[in-house]
């Protein structure tokens, strides 16, 4: 079974950055697809962004898009989220969450089809 932990989030101001980490337990994450999901007070949680296995392909919600970065080093384990002009409109609580195989169509967006999870870690954005 394999384990997420989300760090980094924090209390910044509009057009601040913050870059986010998950780390990874209990198994390689090498052949999963990882992606960034948030959830706003009195939200669901939405889709930020996604990074296949092997970091060919990459696709990002609109609201964060040209703002945000995905990556990930499959040697450590680890996923990140670099953010950068951040507003108000970004204050949620950000997931790490790990899809086994590959993706169809658009079912990256979807928080069912991945298999495991973080506990979150808070951005809030604030003035």
């Known amino acids: 079974q394999v384990q997420l932990v989300e760090s980094g989030g924090g209390l910044v101001q509009p057009g601040d950055s913050l870059r986010l980490s998950c780390a990874a337990s209990?198994?390689?994450?090498?052949?999963?697809?990882m992606a960034w999901f948030r959830q706003a007070p009195g939200k669901e949680r939405e889709f930020v962004a996604v990074?296949?296995?092997?970091?060919?392909?990459?696709f990002y919600a609109d609201s964060v898009k040209g703002r945000f970065t995905i990556s990930r080093d499959n040697a450590r384990n680890t996923l990140t989220l670099q953010m950068n002009s951040l507003n108000s409109g970004d204050t949620a609580v950000y997931y790490c969450?790990?899809?086994?195989?590959?993706?169809?169509?658009?079912?990256?967006?979807?928080?069912?089809?991945?298999?495991?999870w973080g506990q979150g870690t808070q951005v809030t954005v604030s003035s």
């Open positions: 990074i296949t296995w092997d970091s060919t392909t990459t």
């Open positions: 969450a790990a899809h086994a195989g590959y993706f169809t169509g658009r079912d990256y967006l979807l928080m069912h089809e991945y298999s495991y």
């Open positions: 209990g198994g390689p994450l090498s052949r999963y697809g």
